[in-house]
C-alpha cells in the first residue's frame, strides 16, 4: 500500500518562497502520475501541479510562472518549488496521484501572510 508523507510547508511572506516535499513509500513510483494538491478553508481540494513519469507538467493557471512541480525517481520524491507566494496559496497542500487514486497523507500547511 502506497504511503504519502508531505514536508515543507511553513509560514511565508508575500513574495516569499517555499519548497515542498513529498515522499512516497511502497509501490512503483517511476511509473505513476504525481501532482500537488491543495485545500484552503472552506474550500474544495484543487489539483494545482501534475507530472508524468517523462516529467512533463502541467499547472492551475493561478500557479503558473510560479510553482514548479519536479521529481526524483531515485528518491521517490515529488517536489513543489513555490516562489512569489501570496495570500491566496495559504492552503493544505497534498500530494497525490492525478486521480487520487493513493490514500492522502496528512498534508503540509502554507500560510503567507501579508
Known amino acids: 500500500q502506497v504511503q504519502l508523507v508531505e514536508s515543507g510547508g511553513g509560514l511565508a511572506q508575500v513574495g516569499g518562497s517555499l519548497r515542498l516535499s513529498c515522499e512516497y513509500f511502497?509501490?512503483?513510483?517511476?511509473?505513476?502520475?504525481m501532482a500537488w494538491f491543495r485545500q484552503a478553508p472552506g474550500k474544495q481540494r484543487e489539483l494545482v501541479a501534475r507530472?508524468?513519469?517523462?516529467?512533463?507538467?502541467i499547472y492551475v493557471e493561478s500557479v503558473k510562472g510560479r510553482f514548479t512541480i519536479s521529481r526524483d525517481n531515485r528518491k521517490k520524491t515529488v517536489y513543489l518549488e513555490m516562489n512569489n507566494l501570496n495570500p491566496e496559496d495559504t492552503a493544505v497542500y497534498y500530494c497525490?496521484?492525478?486521480?487520487?487514486?493513493?490514500?492522502w497523507g496528512q498534508g503540509t500547511q502554507v500560510t503567507v501572510s501579508s
Open positions: 511502497g509501490g512503483n513510483f517511476r511509473f505513476h502520475p
Open positions: 497525490n496521484s492525478p486521480n487520487s487514486v493513493f490514500q
Open positions: 507530472i508524468t513519469p517523462g516529467d512533463s507538467t
